[in-house]
C-alpha cells in the first residue's frame, strides 16, 4: 500500500510560479515510479511528468518542457513539481501517481499508475 497527499496547490497570475508537493508513507519510496498528472475540468486526466525511482531520468509531456521540473527526495519520501511560467492552460487539478511494479519503466499511461492522492487545485489567471 501506498499514500500519497499532495500540497502547494493555489492561486497564480499568467507568468508566475508554483512548487507542489506530494508526500509519500506506506512503502519504501525509492522502489517506485512516480509522476504527476492532471486534470482540467471536462477533460481526461493527461500526463505532467514522471521520474525514475533514483531521480536520474525524467519526462515531460511536451506542453510542460522547459517550463516544470520534476524531482524527488528520497530521504524525505516526497516528489515535487516546480512550475514556472504558468499559463492559463496549465489550470487543472494536479495528482501524484505512483507505479509499484518491480521492473516498471516511467510512462505516461494513466493506468500503469496503482496509487492515486487526492488532488491539489492550481489555478493559473490570465
Known amino acids: 500500500q501506498v499514500q500519497l497527499v499532495e500540497s502547494g496547490g493555489g492561486l497564480v497570475q499568467a507568468g508566475g510560479s508554483l512548487r507542489l508537493s506530494c508526500a509519500a508513507s506506506g512503502r519504501t519510496f525509492r522502489t517506485y515510479i512516480v509522476a504527476w498528472f492532471r486534470q482540467a475540468p471536462g477533460k481526461e486526466r493527461e500526463f505532467v511528468a514522471a521520474?525514475?525511482?533514483?531521480?536520474?531520468?525524467?519526462w515531460y509531456a511536451d506542453s510542460v518542457k522547459g517550463r516544470f521540473t520534476i524531482s524527488r527526495d528520497n530521504t524525505k519520501n516526497t516528489i515535487y513539481l516546480q512550475m514556472n511560467s504558468l499559463k492559463p492552460e496549465d489550470t487543472a487539478v494536479y495528482y501524484c501517481?505512483?507505479?509499484?511494479?518491480?521492473?516498471?519503466?516511467?510512462?505516461?499511461?494513466?493506468?500503469?499508475?496503482?496509487?492515486w492522492g487526492q488532488g491539489t487545485q492550481v489555478t493559473v489567471s490570465s
Open positions: 521520474i525514475s525511482r533514483s531521480g536520474g531520468g525524467t
Open positions: 501517481g505512483a507505479d509499484i511494479a518491480p521492473g516498471a519503466i516511467p510512462t505516461m499511461e494513466m493506468r500503469a499508475y496503482d496509487y
